[in-house]
């Protein structure tokens, strides 16, 4: 089974958090759900910089992110394919980005997160959020 390792961004503005939906995708069951922005590390790159370079890409946000912005890592194995992904803190001053490889977002307080249908392994860090900030 193929292993990825990906990062995530929990990009929090004015107490609330950027919900991006995902577009359609040969996987049924990751197909628009939910997830936190980032994507693959690629080899030889340091987690933040992959999510600096994957929020620029996907959103063109540039954005600093430092190690002590880690949140969580989440190991999920998915039917197939596997993933270590590890989320991190990206506070923002203002809402203004491209959606480039999204269908749709929405903001939500962390007490409404679980309204969304969310990638199942962004589940873990919604969960926490809900329960650390909600």
Known sequence: MKHMTVT???IVEGGEILCMQRKGSKYDYISYKYEFPGGKVE???AF??????ELEEEMDLAVSIG??????????AYPDFSITMHAYFCPIDHRVFER??????VWLKPSDLLKLDWAPADLPIVRKLMEDLG
């Open 100 to 105: 480039n490889d999204h269908h749709d977002h």
């Open 43 to 45: 080899a030889g790159e």
């Open 48 to 53: 933040e910089d992959a999510l600096s370079r």
């Open 8 to 10: 995530a961004a929990i």
């Open 67 to 76: 190690p002590n912005q880690h949140y969580m890592t989440v190991e999920h």
